[in-house]
């Protein structure tokens, strides 16, 4: 049996009794750690916390792990009880409907337990949920790689008048160019991309059409550790909030489009006054 289990956005204690009661009846505990972060990250202090509440020893599921090793999860699924924790929902990322997928071709019954994501959480700023358009990701850019397929999703977006929630990259144990010319991998520090990084990326890239579908004075509304109790959003233009401090990761933006009366009642609450 492979258990899928989403941990929620805050810190250990918003899994559901559900989920605890699955991760506690099983042999084996992993936890993913490259697609997002629990608000008080995964350093020993963190991850201490989650062992404790789960009464359970949890080893850390790198990209290397899911992505290339995932066969070693299901084998040990096939013979017993395996939990692997997602932060946020389980459906929130690719990966994990990869390793659904895979489970299943092997015959290992699989059971979802689902919890708040991001998609669900920025609702709090008032702008409904059902108002949005495609969902975009923000890569970090390097000298040789400036990719900008997010643009054209924007734009059509904005031209239905949809909100476009864009997730912003997290880079955590990825190899170095170099290590992996020289067949030795090394890795980078982790880097976690910030709304101000973002929006100056995002500025960039509209340069370069003729149409733009945004600019510095479009209205949007940033969002830092969602679900903590010391989550952060502020609502104001591109411009306000690449002045903005939003502190540690993780963070979100979100570009609004047309807005409704009610909208920009609740948006007036998170008002950059700068």
């Known amino acids: 049996m492979l258990y899928i289990i989403g941990l929620g956005l805050g810190d250990e204690r918003d899994i559901t009794m559900r989920g605890l009661e699955a991760v506690k009846s099983c042999e084996k505990v992993y936890m993913e750690a490259y697609t997002s972060l629990l608000s008080f990250g995964l350093?020993?202090?963190?991850?201490s916390n989650l062992e404790k509440l789960y009464g359970k020893s949890i080893t850390l599921a790198d990209r290397e792990m899911v992505e290339e090793k995932a066969h070693h999860i299901l084998e040990e699924a096939r013979h017993s009880h395996v939990a692997f924790l997602v932060v946020g929902d389980?459906?929130?990322?690719?990966?994990?409907?990869d390793l659904v997928v895979r489970a299943k071709k092997m015959g290992i019954h699989v059971q979802i337990v689902h919890n708040a994501s991001v998609l669900n959480a920025i609702g709090i700023c008032g702008l409904q949920l059902y108002r949005y358009g495609q969902t975009v990701s923000i890569p970090f850019f390097?000298?040789?790689?400036r990719p900008d397929s997010f643009y054209e999703k924007i734009h059509s977006n904005r031209t239905m008048g949809l909100h476009t929630l864009c997730l912003l990259d997290i880079r955590v144990k990825e190899p170095t160019l170099e290590s992996l010319a020289r067949g030795r991998k090394t890795y980078e520090p982790p880097r976690y991309m910030t709304i101000n990084t973002a929006i100056e990326q995002l500025l960039e890239v509209v340069q370069e059409h003729q149409q733009p579908a945004y600019t510095e004075d479009t209205q949007c509304v940033g969002f830092a550790r969602?679900?903590?109790?010391?989550?952060?959003i502020v609502a104001g233009t591109m411009r306000q909030l690449q002045m903005v401090d939003f502190g540690a990761p993780l963070h979100c933006l979100v570009i609004t489009g047309n807005t409704h009366p009610l909208e920009e009642e609740m948006l007036e609450f998170y008002r950059c006054r700068t």
């Open 142 to 145: 390097t000298d040789s790689w």
């Open 90 to 97: 389980p459906f929130g990322a690719t990966t994990h409907t």
């Open 226 to 232: 969602l679900g903590s109790d010391d989550q952060t």
């Open 43 to 47: 350093d020993s202090h963190g991850l």
